[in-house]
C-alpha cells in the first residue's frame, strides 16, 4: 500500500524558513520522480516543483524560485522541502506526490501558514 506522509508544517513569520519531509512507502521510492504541489484557500493545486530520482530538481515554480529548494534521501525513502524566505502568499497546504503515469498518489497535506 503506498503512503506518503507529509510534516514540518506550521505558522511562521513572513521571511521565515521551514523545511517539509515527506516519508514514501509501499512503492520503490529511489527509482521515481517526485513532485510537491500546494493548495491555497479557495485555489486549485499549484506543482511546486519537481525532483527526480538522483536527486535533480527538474523544475520549480516561478513564484518558488530562488527560494526553495528540493532534496531527497533514497536511503530514508524521503523527500524535502526547504522553504525560505516565506510569504504571506505561500500559505497554502503542501502535498508531496508521486506521479505514476496517468495518476497520482498523494500524501494528506500539511498546513503552512506565513503571517505576522
Known amino acids: 500500500q503506498v503512503q506518503l506522509v507529509e510534516s514540518g508544517g506550521g505558522l511562521v513569520h513572513p521571511g521565515g524558513s521551514l523545511r517539509l519531509s515527506c516519508i514514501a512507502s509501499?512503492?520503490?521510492?529511489?527509482?521515481?520522480?517526485m513532485d510537491w504541489y500546494r493548495q491555497a484557500p479557495g485555489k486549485g493545486r499549484e506543482l511546486v516543483g519537481t525532483i527526480s530520482s538522483r536527486g535533480r530538481t527538474t523544475y520549480v515554480a516561478d513564484s518558488v524560485k530562488d527560494r526553495f529548494s528540493f532534496s531527497r534521501d533514497n536511503a530514508k525513502n524521503t523527500l524535502y522541502l526547504q522553504m525560505n524566505s516565506l510569504k504571506v502568499e505561500d500559505t497554502a497546504v503542501y502535498y508531496c506526490?508521486?506521479?505514476?503515469?496517468?495518476?497520482?498518489?498523494w500524501g494528506q497535506g500539511t498546513q503552512v501558514t506565513v503571517s505576522s
Open positions: 509501499g512503492f520503490s521510492f529511489k527509482d521515481w520522480a
Open positions: 506526490a508521486w506521479p505514476i503515469g496517468s495518476s497520482t498518489h
